[in-house]
Antibody, heavy 121, light 109 residues
């Protein structure tokens, strides 16, 4: 059974940093690109960042480019999102999600339960 | 960047009725790389439809997707109480970069 479990969310002051983790199990982690998607309270879904299976390629939304860093440790089956210079507008539930297909365009077939990040003084 | 516009914003229907949700893209979605997700309050999104018309594993056949190019539709043939939720379309032609629509809330009338 595929499972994705996020951790590391919490309350942080504007300008602060936080690192999210997503522990994966039930599939060959290194074969799949992974993604972070966020959802602001009461709003829609926003793609944040993605990383290839090997970790060699990374992608960012313009809203987080230069502030967030995605990475993965395939030996630990874990995905990370390092968030620096946090702003109030980064307050959201952050989901990690798995691409459904290994080496072709595909939707997101498994999602974690989400980690709440609150940026406030 | 492809922009996805969903309509209506809110749809009020009764159990047993048919629901039709629309997703329009600002430019053609290549190879029908269009997916639909369902999200219930406090839960993560769940994949319903991919490739515009293929149901994901375990999705009941009352859910169907159609369309191509710039116009796509999610149809729920006979609404069950558990179907009332928010629905999002997503294009994944540039995967692993994704674009989502703003969502349609399906509420009980």
């Amino acid at each position: 059974e595929v499972q994705l479990l996020e951790s590391g969310g919490g309350l942080v002051q504007p300008g602060g940093s936080l690192r999210l983790s997503c522990a994966a199990s039930g599939f060959t982690f290194s074969n799949y690109a992974m993604t972070w998607v966020r959802q602001t309270p009461g709003k829609g879904l926003e793609w944040v960042s993605a990383i290839s299976g090997s970790g060699a390629a990374t992608y960012y939304a313009d809203s987080v480019k230069g502030r967030f860093t995605i990475s993965r440790d395939n030996s630990k089956n874990t995905l990370y999102l390092q968030m620096n210079s946090l702003r109030a507008e980064d307050t959201a539930v952050y989901y990690c999600a798995k691409r459904s297909i290994s080496r072709a365009p595909g939707p997101l077939d498994y999602w974690g339960q989400g980690a709440l990040v609150t940026v406030s003084s | 960047e492809i922009v996805l516009t969903q309509s209506p914003g809110t749809l009020s229907l009764s159990p047993g009725e048919r629901a039709t949700l629309s997703c329009r893209a600002s430019q053609s979605v290549s190879s029908s790389y269009l997916a639909w997700y369902q999200q219930k309050a406090g839960q993560a999104p769940r994949l319903l439809i991919y490739g515009a018309s293929s149901r994901a594993t375990g999705i009941p056949d009352r859910f169907s997707g159609s369309g191509s190019g710039t116009d796509f539709t999610l149809t729920i043939s006979r609404l069950e109480p558990e179907d009332f939720a928010v629905y999002y379309c997503q294009q994944y032609g540039a995967s692993p970069i994704y674009t989502f629509g703003q969502g349609t809330k399906l509420e009980i009338k």
